[in-house]
Structure formats: structure tokens, C-alpha cells
């Protein structure tokens, strides 16, 4: 089958991320859809300067209103930003008869409305997943998700540059200029941090969240804004005291007197699940009638989850024009066809770390003999500590982590401890995991 | 347009869940899809016995090869669980052209590539939402929301029992029996526990997770199987003074020399989100290439969030059976001529809690006079502290937690304070949520 193919308008680090990962993954996005799916053309501001991703295969055209009205193009991909610029060439492609995938949060709370009357008038559709919370599908989990659900709240941390700041003052008593100030030098702010602080980022995604929850038409306008800045280290260190965390949170909630839409800072309950989302990582938190509190975490922002977003839309639309609609998507995510024949390993095979907790005889040299036998398995490790036998007892405990190593190994070197004569029992072994977050591209 | 109607086979907690969220939001449903969806039949075993759902309008049938073989049917609903009958259900219904949705976890895991294979060669499909982690929409999540991602491990709290017995072990103190008992006494625990603390019902889902995350057949026997009754409070003690918690997790991870399958009990970092999730909650953490760390959070069981998965899998079917491909999900979630006119609040009608803090004169009576202005309103105190002025100072600080009132009243009570001689400059006032979680239905 022929590709679907997409034209990009604006090759930022979104763009170019959206590039790479369809370069990238190129071969499981086809057995997927069904189809391949290619960046076939591009269109940016200045064609001269030099770009991140690799645009070998990839046509640049001049003009915008050469690609989105390109023959051979399926989907439009908008990620120039702003507004006027944007709505103009998204009425454009959608007047063409192309489907727009954009991540254009101020585009689709502002002229959201216009933009999916001209889509629906011309048979398209307009997505737009990376507009809200990057890597999150939120857009999916409600609109799809919890599509049998009422909704009755939404509360999202859904600005990671705010979340950082009130992290940082949290975590280090520090005052909100100077984190700041760092957050700049680091990248999650920018020079003008108005936009972020302030709370306009997040009441755009707001706006449309509050619409997908309840139903509604999109109106920015009516969401009430309150920004960090005033927030002190002292109001943070009286919430800790008191059980609470400041978090700057978005709220749609609907009441029997209406909606409110609102972003400010908040107390919550340090228990909730909400007050545990740090740094410059986005939550969105669900209260709905069927299902009750259900909550969506990740990455809001940066190229990687930002364009997994927009290419998730893509590969929906991708598979719309490709399957029939009823097994639209494959049983199992990929077509029967293509499922893979991956070794499935033994639990004897698996690397990880260990927990481990054994008896000894409270003798000199226990210590050594256990140590002993993990390095000549190779297995090295991160903590030890022996709890002195209480009155009476004449067995110590040994606690230990070990670092990663074959399971074969220690189940192995377990044997040969049991075996000691200074050993009483057999030794708990537990699997211990840190699932270190790998860096996304 | 006419209804889509469904069959259901089983009318126990999950499918009476069903029928009532189809019929307590079906203005909402028919808003979303386009068209009603209508439970029209249902067969059950013992006909005579009460169910707690309305049936009034649902044709029951005796024979349930009379409803997947009825023509009035579009999709049948499998909610009877085992395998044996199960499958035999399930492949007469695709057979007969009918799609198929089903929360049965056992038979997706044990059958579901027969099952597929079936469904493909007729043209149908089959629908399993409701088959991992209840209400949370992880199946959608990976299949659409990350399909652009290589996943490189999927690890999840997919079995509430478990995680409620682990949760209460860590928070008193206590035994693994006392608890198990304590778990059955409220119905989170089966008389025959094994089914849960043993792994096996994890290792089904865990199964789904696996394929759909890394492309594979179903295989549930590759899955290794560790229970939790092993585990003493004194690990779960040790884990917690080391920085880390136990956690029955399922984990699917794909590493160069193939992909392991493994549920078992885990010490996992207690920062980690994963960590936090308490009581019979479920979350589901994905690690994958362009979103980095994701994580889904919801109720894993029972009717009401079982029975949102089985409704958002009909609904997808009945968005596919009504709408073009292309524009199968409404731009907002509903149809653009149902979207809602509802009233959107001004902060001031805006019902919320208040911390506030306040500077005082250190004279006697000051706390009389706040109080007594709250008290005018309306407005009650759910703590008060009053620090005393520190050396030099005379001056203290007054921070008090207030409960829920109108933001209108809560303005006119700060002008009133700050007008008071005693008190020193402007309050300061940030707004506290509790988002209690609602019952789900």
C-alpha cells in the first residue's frame, strides 16, 4: 500500500522530533497502521539554517501554501506557532481537504471553535494531542477513555516550568526569584517567563480539557488565571507543616450552580497522588462518575513527548484512511501479520538487583564468608547492615542490596551461602527495581 | 439514526455496571457517538434470580446462542467469565459477524490469539479494555496514545488484593494472614486468595501488557509467577527504613537478549510515583523511547470503573459503526451541533477552601476579632496556629485552614480583616482542594 503522507509546517525541536521518531520507528509505525507513514515535504521560515533531524528524504517547499495544498500530502502538521499565522494556514489545509495534526495549545483554545466548524463543513478532522500535557494522551483518555463516564472534575499540573519552581522552593526552601532564575539558565523558562508563571500556558490547556470533560464550546476567556509568583517560601513551608503542597494546578469543575475554570496555586493533601508529581513533570488527575479518580502522568513538554503526541495522531489518522473502521486498530497494536518472534526469557536470564535477608550465628567472620561468595560471583554490593542479636538471641540479622546482576548468579551464590555452617535458614531473596528514566530522544 | 444494540452474557457486578452506565448517561453517550447505544438483550444463567440493575427495557434471552446469533445485535458483551464457555461464546459471535467486547482477562491471555485469528478472518472485532486494570484506559494508552514509541518495559500494581494487603502490611505493621483475612472479611479477597496473592490473575494482564506493548503472540505460560505470601512485615519494614517499598508488581521488559515476563514482589525507590499508590488502587508505568516515563492511575476493579472500560470499548465500536473514519471522535468529544450551553461561574461563585496567613500586632484579642469576622460569614476554621513574634518583633503570624465556602464571602471577610488596626498589611490567600474522591456508581 501506498505511504500516507504528512507535510510539516515548522521544523523546531518539535518538528524535528516528530521527524525522528517516524524515522526512527519506521518500521513498527508500519506494522501498526498497516501502511508506511513518511515526512514527505516541510516547509520553515528560513530553509538555510541548520537542523537537528535528518531531512535527506524530506522536500522543503518555500511557500506554505505549496504544501498545504500539495497533492500528495494526507496530513498537515502545524508546529509553527502562534496564532494568526497558524489559523490562517490551518483553514487553508483543512479548506484543501487535509487532515491537521497540530500541538498549538493558544490555536485551539483561541480558534478552536472556527477551526473544527471549517474541518467538520470539510469532511477533515483536526487533532490535536500535543497541545495538552506533551507525552500524556489525555486528549484520548478522555474523549475516548472515559467516553461512557460524566465528568465532574479535572485538576492537572499541566505547566512543568511552574512545577519546577514550586518543586525546587519545596525541596530546598529556596525563594521563587532565584528559582527562577535557574530554571532560565537550565532551559525550562523562558527570558519573558510571563507566559508559564503566570498561568496563560496552562489556561490554554485548560480551556480545552474543561471542553472535551464537559462538552462544552471552547472559551479561554472565561478562565480565571492566578500565577506563582507570589507565592513564598514561607506559604510553602506552612503547607509541609500543615499536610498540604502548593501545586499550580488547572481546575475544571463542574457544579450544580455551573463550571468553573480556573488556574491558581493550591494546597493539596501531601497524601494525593497529585502532590507527588515533581519537577518539571505534568499529571492530570480525573474524577468522573463511573470510573472515580483515575489519573494520567509524563512528560508535558520537549521534542520527544511533544512529538509522540503529534505522531500518535498522525498513526490515528493513518489508520483510519487505511483499516476498515471497525478493526481500525489491530487486536494486538500491531497487524496479525507482523507480530514479532522475540526471544522470551527465563526468569534465571533476567538481570536485576536484589534485596536479600538471612540469620547468622553471631560469630566474627559471617560478614566476610557472605561477602565472599557474592564476589566470586561477580555480584557487588550497595548496602549492607547487620542488626545486633537482641537478649537472648544468639543469631544476628543481615540486610543487604546487591547491584544488578543474572538471576542465575545469585540463586547460584544463595546456594553456597545457605551452606555455610554459620547460616541458620534459608536467605529471603527479594527483586529490587529502579526503572531508571531513560532519557527520551 | 438507529440505536446500536448490544447483548450482554452475564449479568453480574461488572455487566449490571454496564447496563446502568449506559442508561444513567445515555444522553451524554448519544451526544458523543451520534447515535443511542441501546443494551436490547441479555442472557443470563439463572433468569429468576434479582439483579441490582434495571432490566425493564432489556429482552433477557435463555439460550445464548439465540443472542450472538440475533440479528437486532451489533456487538456482543462477554461479562460471564471462565475460559471454556467463553471462548465457545466468543467464536460463535464473531462468526456470526458479531464484534465482540469482554472484561475476561483469563480467556483474552489463555485464547485471545485463537480468538483474534477468528475475529480477523470474519471482519469483526474484539475489544478487551476492561480486561487490564479496570477503569484505566491502558490498553487504548498503549495501543493509540504511545503507538508512535518503542516501549522498552511496562511494569504495574495490577492487582488491587495485593496491593491493599502490601498497603496495610507497610502502613500498621502488620502480618500477611491478618491482613489476608481482614482483606476477605471486605470483599477485596476471594475465599481461595490464590488466584490473587499468588500472581496468577497479574500474570494474565501482565500477558496483554506484554503483546500489545512489544508486538508478540500472547504467551501466559512464559510468565514467571511470584506471590506475596512470602512476605514478612519485617521485609516490608526493611524496605522502608532502606528508602524503598514492596510492591507486587507485574513487569514486562524488553532488554537485548529477549523480553521478560515476571510478576513479583519488588522493592521499588519510595519516591517513585509507583510507589504511592496505595490501598486496592492500580497503576500501570511505561518506560518508552520518545514520551520517557509514563504513568496511568485508577480503580482496577469492581463495577463501576470495569464496567467504563466495557462502555468505552462499545463506544469505539459504535463511533466506527456511525461516523466516517476520519471523523470517528468528535472534535470535542461531541457531536459539534450537541456541544452543552452551560453556565461558566465567575471565581467568585467559585466554592472553595482557604489557607490564609495573616500578620498581627501581638496584642491580646486579635484572634477574637479574626475569628469572629470569619464567623460573620459563614466561614469555618478547620486550623488555626498562631506562631509567637520572634525576638525584636512584635508582631505575629496567624495561618489558619478554613472549610468550603464561597470565594465571594471569603473576599468580603479578608477586606474586613485587613481593615482591622490589629492586622498588618495585606492576607495572603491560596485556595486548598481535597478532591475527595467521589463513589463511583
Known amino acids: 500500500m501506498k505511504p500516507v503522507n504528512i507535510g510539516i509546517i515548522g521544523l523546531g525541536t518539535v518538528g524535528c522530533a516528530t521527524v525522528e521518531i517516524l524515522k526512527a520507528n519506521a518500521a513498527d509505525i508500519a506494522d501498526r497502521v498497516g501502511r508506511p ?96 500535557a506533551g507525552g500524556i494522551p489525555i486528549i484520548k483518555a478522555i474523549r475516548e477513555g472515559l467516553a461512557g463516564n460524566r465528568i465532574h472534575s479535572v485538576a492537572g499540573i499541566i505547566n512543568g516550568t511552574g512545577n519546577f519552581i514550586l518543586s525546587e522552593m519545596r525541596d530546598k526552601g529556596r525563594a521563587f526569584d532565584d528559582v527562577l532564575r ?31 470533560a464537559f462538552g462544552i464550546p471552547l472559551n479561554f476567556p472565561a478562565v480565571f488565571t492566578e500565577g506563582i509568583s507570589t507565592v513564598t517560601a514561607e506559604d510553602v513551608t506552612n503547607a509541609e507543616k500543615l499536610g498540604y503542597r502548593i501545586k499550580h494546578l488547572g481546575i475544571a469543575e463542574q457544579t450544580e450552580s455551573g463550571v468553573s475554570l480556573r488556574v ?19 499529571a492530570v488527575q480525573v474524577q468522573s462518575d463511573a470510573v472515580g479518580e483515575s489519573l494520567y502522568y509524563g512528560a508535558g513538554a520537549g521534542g520527544g513527548p511533544t512529538g509522540s503526541a503529534v505522531v500518535a495522531d498522525i498513526l490515528d489518522i493513518a489508520r ?35 534485596y536479600l535477608r538471612m540469620r547468622a550465628a553471631d560469630q566474627p567472620g559471617v560478614m566476610a564468608e557472605v561477602t565472599g561468595i557474592l564476589g566470586q560471583f561477580g555480584i557487588s554490593i550497595e548496602a549492607i547492615e547487620q542488626t545486633e542479636p537482641v537478649q537472648h538471641d544468639t543469631q544476628a540479622t543481615i540486610i543487604m542490596l546487591t547491584h544488578r546482576v543474572i538471576e542465575q548468579k545469585m540463586v ?3 546456594k553456597q551461602i545457605e551452606a555455610l555452617q554459620t547460616i541458620v535458614g534459608a536467605v529471603t531473596m527479594i527483586r529490587v527495581e529502579h526503572f531508571n528514566t531513560r532519557q527520551s530522544t
Open 412 to 414: 547460584e551464590a544463595i
Open 37 to 132: 507513514v513518511v515526512v514527505s515535504h516541510a516547509c520553515v521560515r528560513d530553509p538555510s539554517k541548520p537542523r537537528s533531524c535528518d531531512l535527506s528524504s524530506v522536500e522543503l517547499l518555500k511557500d506554505t501554501a505549496d504544501l498545504v495544498n500539495h497533492p500528495d500530502i494526507d496530513i498537515v502538521v502545524e508546529l509553527m506557532g502562534g496564532t494568526d499565522l497558524a489559523l490562517d494556514l490551518g483553514l487553508q489545509a483543512v479548506a484543501a481537504g487535509k487532515h491537521l495534526v497540530t500541538a498549538n495549545k493558544a490555536l485551539i483554545a483561541e480558534h478552536g471553535n472556527q477551526l473544527f466548524a471549517a474541518a467538520q463543513a470539510n469532511g477533515v478532522t483536526v487533532a490535536y494531542e500535543a497541545a495538552v
Open 182 to 212: 535557574e530554571a532560565q539558565e537550565l532551559g525550562y523558562a523562558e527570558a519573558d517567563p510571563t507566559f508559564d508563571v503566570e498561568g496563560i500556558d496552562a489556561a490554554h490547556k485548560l480551556t480545552i480539557l474543561a471542553s472535551i
Open 264 to 282: 491558581h496555586p493550591t494546597l493539596i493533601p501531601q497524601t494525593q497522588l497529585l502532590a507527588n508529581v515533581h519537577g518539571v513533570m505534568n
Open 320 to 354: 483510519a484512511l487505511t483499516a476498515t473502521p471497525e478493526q481500525r486498530v489491530p487486536f494486538l497494536g500491531f497487524q496479525p501479520e507482523r507480530l514479532k518472534n522475540i526471544p522470551l526469557l527465563t526468569i534465571e536470564a533476567v538481570e536485576s538487583a536484589y
